[in-house]
Structure formats: C-alpha cells, structure tokens
C-alpha cells in the first residue's frame, strides 16, 4: 500500500518513482555465483525511526521497506496486485467477506512462525488503535469504520467490510508486524515511541527480504539479506544480495562525486547532474534513464489551522481563497523548470499528473505565470500595494516565513525562485531550510509554522491518498486532523472519498475523483509547483533489474544479483 508520507528528499530511492523506462535493460541474466556482493546507496537524512506504522516521512518508510510485508503486494512491472504473506483468497458473494489463507513457510527474524494472531494484532492493536497516530487508519476504513478481522486458524484469517471497497486487494499491501514483539508494548501504551532510533537493530523484528544489521547517526545504515526469506527464483532461496548499505550523505553534491567516484551504485538524479554525468555514462561504466514526471508531488502549503500558534492576522491571510490563487499564478514554473532542473522538468497542475495513469485529471485548472492576474485578485481581496510592498485591509504588512529541507538542494532553490516571485506582489518572505526531522515535527507536532514548500509520495490509487485529503486525516495538512469538516469545499471532498472506494465501476470511480482533482486545484489548499524527471544513473553491474514506471529501479530488489564480472 503506497499511503502518502511526507517526501521532503524526493530524489532519495530509487524504488518508489518514475514511470515506464525509456531505455531498455538488457543484462544478462544466466550468470553463475549470482548470491552475494553488496548494493550501496545514499541518503540524505537519517531515519527519523523505524516503526512504519507511525511513519509519515520516507526517510524511515524507505528503510521499513525492506524489512515488513503485507498480505499483498503490487507488481512493480504490471501494477497488478498479487499475494504475498497471503498465498490466496477468495471472497463471497456479496463481495463483504474476504478468507486469506496466509503462508505457512513464513517465518519472522528472530525464528517465530509468522501466524494469523500477526495479522489480527497488526489490523486490531494497532491500525484500528486510536492511540496510534498511524496514517494507515484513514486509508484501512470504509465510511468510518473498520475491517472486522477475525482469526479462523493458524494460517487463516477472514476480513469482514461493512460496505463495498474498490481498492480492497491494493490496501492489504500494508506491513504485518510481530505480535510477540509488540503486544507489550501496545498493552503498555508505549508502542508509539517503540522501535526508535536508538533501538538494537536485532530488537526489530519484520518477515521481508532484508534486516537491520547496523545504524550509524550520520554516517550509514545497514541491511543484510534474511537468510530465511520465504520467497524462492525457480530453485533459488532469495534474497541474492548480501548487504545493501545506505551511506548518509546530506549535501547532494557530495552524492554526486561519489556517485562518480564509484562509491555509490545508483543515484537519483537533479537535471542539473545530466549534462556533468551524461558525457562519462560509458567511461564510468553506468547508465542513465529518464523515466518522465515522478510521482511525487512538490507544493507550497499554508497553515490553516486555527489551533496552532500561527497569528490571527497570518490566519486571516491564509484562509482567503483569492490570496492562495494570487500565490499560485505569481509562481514562475518555466523559469524554475529551466533554472532548476534544467529543462528536465514539468508543471505541475494538481495532486496526480499522467505518470499515475487511469485516474488523472489532465482537465484541471491551470495556474500559468500571470503577476497582473495575482494582483488584481489582491486586489480583490482587499489587499493594497504601496511603495513597493504589500498591505492587508487592517493595513499589516504581508510578510511570513516560508520553510523547506535544507537537505534537498532543488527545492532550496525552488524557494528561493518563489522569494523572488513573491517580492514582486510587495510579499517580504523569511525563507528559512530547515533540518528535515526538525521540519516533520514543525509540521506534524508543533504545528508552529506559517507557508511550507515540501512533498508528498504519489500513486496509482486516489483513495491511498486519503489520509491527506480527509479533513480527519493524519496528513491533511493545512489543517489536520479536525473531527468536522471546516469547510463545504473538504465536506464534499469527504464525501467523495467516501463514495469513491465504495463504487465498484471503474469508471465511475474515475468521475469521482475527477471531481476531487477539479475541486483541489480550484481551492489550492496546496499550491503545486513543478514535477522533476525522474532521472536515474546506475552501474551497469545488475542483474534481473527492470526498471518501471510505477516500481521504479529496485522494486524487486530479492530478485536483483550482482554480475560476477563486475568492478
């Protein structure tokens, strides 16, 4: 399941992105002594944790990746769903009682049997758990209210829906972990601080291909193949590949050079990068592949909660419609696309753009350069510009601060791009790139923020969106987590959220969600900005690699080996 985190280092794995490969891979694939060797990669930040199921932040659901499973998996080549800890199901009639008959040769690091109770205690103790801040629960209900999951043996477990839901199989992707290991630890009401950062790698206890075998503050993480993965290749026990260690490296530069040094096997690309590596691609050995739009999303967000510390006068701001759509048409995309990401770039239009398939909306309002337009919507609402700066009605000056990840060079100077459109409506803006972790919880837990520029995970399913766009949801940012609706425009983006995983016709479904994109990219509760290429250089030392769209480089990172006759 592809829930929505928080992308604040969009350009960090290389599995999670792009879409279909414009160049084709041809490696050999019958190769002797393909078990071991190591794949080494680059992060910019360090986890903030790694619990996923309180995850909102990719620097710890990239990890968690490699380490849980769900029930389902989706293919990374066919987008289709397929089974994983589950081996099959069926389901009744009336389409509300699923039976899955989970694996039996599964079994979790420390050597216990995976079970229908980890199934049952992942979905009951912890998902469905109000005291667990997991953004999952949007996602994992039907009309508000939650799967009946029930244990009907060892390896069996049925889920009750109290409704149809579209996108049923797709959403069991979500992570099953130990009840062994964590049933305490719920029971004791310390289950949101378990699994820091600070926890013993062997403490953390998961089913997937890898584990963790070693984190270093600052400097990298470790993960080594679990030698009792379940999933075989023909004969072959998977995982190939012993280690896949992430090097901690902030400045992205500094990626690059290693990248270029071969210190690094695979990095995603800024479009600045293309023209230096490019020229090398053959001398160092690697490849390039410009993949089109990520999925990810790149947006301007202003605070619009009333219960944060933000000022009355900033809310007053914030909250006016005119004022976000004279935001959005003072953005320069076209100088940001050439300036920033080199020409290797697209505006962006909306929460989905055409890498996400069936379900975008390419007829959604578009928010073109047009300052005269910005000012005259100002004007509109009130606001007045005299000597070269900006007033409200109540005559306040119209400054804020403007925050970002200083870890992410392309969106630094994206902002710094924004300060200088904004100067020109009279805007003074304190744009400040801030230390990604600090920046999570200025926006998740504070609250103690003005105007943010950041990033949200995409995909293929709207409703793996809804903890973003339920006005109760975890990520619904602007003004998070309300028990009601704050506006008529969110009520009726509830409600077709509400409709669309219960409508069953594809078709259908798509006319819903058309009219969310629409009602979105009218009221700009986010404010888009570009979409960069999903551009990607590679050592060309992999076998069984198969690059996607949707999966992008790694997604079958257990099939992956490493070509004996490489460097």
């Not at 403490?203 to 075998?213: A, C, D, M, R, S």
């Not at 995309?333 to 753009?353: C, E, H, R, T, W």
Request: glycine share 8%; aromatic share 12%.
């Amino acid at each position: 399941m592809r829930k929505y985190c928080f992308l604040f280092f969009c350009l960090l794995f290389l599995f999670f992105t792009g879409c279909p490969s414009k160049k084709p891979v041809e490696f050999p694939q019958k190769l002797k002594g393909k078990y071991g060797g190591r794949l080494i990669l680059s992060t910019t930040t360090d986890p903030k944790s790694f619990n996923s199921i309180i995850a909102k932040e990719t620097s710890t659901t990239a990890i968690t990746g490699f380490l849980f499973e769900g029930l389902t998996e989706t293919d990374g080549v066919t987008t289709e769903v397929k089974p994983c800890l589950a081996k099959s199901w069926k389901v009744s009639k009336d389409g509300l009682t699923w039976t899955f008959n989970l694996r039996d040769d599964v079994q979790w690091f420390d050597g216990e049997d995976f079970t229908a109770d980890d199934v049952v205690f992942t979905y009951n103790k912890l998902i469905y758990n109000p005291d667990i801040p997991t953004s999952s629960r949007d996602i994992l209900m039907v009309g508000g209210k939650p799967f009946l999951v029930e244990k009907i043996g060892k390896d069996r477990v049925q889920f009750g829906l109290p409704s149809p839901f579209a996108p049923f199989l797709r959403v069991l992707t979500q992570e099953i972990l130990p009840k062994h290991i964590l049933e305490k630890a719920v029971d004791e009401k310390k289950f949101n601080s378990t699994w820091g950062i600070n926890t013993a790698p062997a403490e953390i206890i998961g089913t997937g291909p890898f584990k963790l075998k070693q984190y270093l503050a600052g400097q990298k993480i470790v993960l080594e193949k679990n030698p009792h993965y379940w999933k075989k290749k023909g004969n072959d026990r998977l995982p190939y590949i012993d280690k896949i260690i992430f090097l901690i490296v902030p400045d992205q530069n500094s990626q690059l050079l290693k990248f270029q040094a071969g210190k690094i096997d695979a990095l995603s690309l800024r479009g600045q990068d293309y023209a230096f590596l490019k020229p090398r691609e053959k001398e160092k050995n690697f490849s390039i592949y410009n993949t089109g739009p990520a999925f990810g999303t790149n947006f301007l967000v202003f605070n619009q909660n009333p219960e944060s510390p933000i000022s009355p006068v900033k809310l007053k701001w914030f909250t006016n419609r005119k004022f976000r759509e004279a935001i959005a048409y003072s953005i320069d995309k076209k100088s940001i696309i050439a300036n920033v990401l080199a020409g290797f770039g697209y505006p962006q239009d909306g929460p989905m753009n055409e890498s996400c398939g069936f379900f975008y909306n390419p007829a959604v309002k578009k928010y073109r350069y047009n300052l005269q337009k910005a000012k005259e919507l100002l004007k509109e609402a009130g606001f007045r510009i005299h000597n070269g700066f900006l007033f409200d009605a109540a005559g306040n000056r119209v400054e804020f601060s403007l925050l970002t990840n200083n870890d992410n060079l392309e969106r630094v100077n994206i902002g710094n791009i924004i300060s200088d459109d904004l100067a020109k409506l009279g805007i003074k803006l304190h744009f400040t790139p801030l230390d990604f972790n600090t920046l999570v919880t200025k926006l998740d837990s504070s609250f103690d923020w003005d105007v943010a520029l950041i990033g949200l995970t995409g995909g293929i399913e709207p409703h793996n969106g809804r903890n973003v766009w339920a006005s109760s949801g975890q990520l619904h940012i602007w003004n998070p987590r309300k028990k009601s609706p704050a506006t008529n425009w969110e009520r009726k983006v509830d409600q077709i959220f509400a409709d669309g995983v219960k409508e069953l016709n594809r078709d259908k479904r798509k006319i819903l969600y058309d009219r969310w994109q629409e009602i979105i990219n009218r009221e700009l509760p986010l404010i888009y900005t570009v979409n960069s290429a999903s551009l990607y250089a590679v050592r060309n030392k992999f076998g069984n690699l198969h690059p996607t769209g949707y999966g992008g480089i790694f997604h079958n990172i257990e099939e992956i080996y490493i070509n004996e006759n490489s460097n």
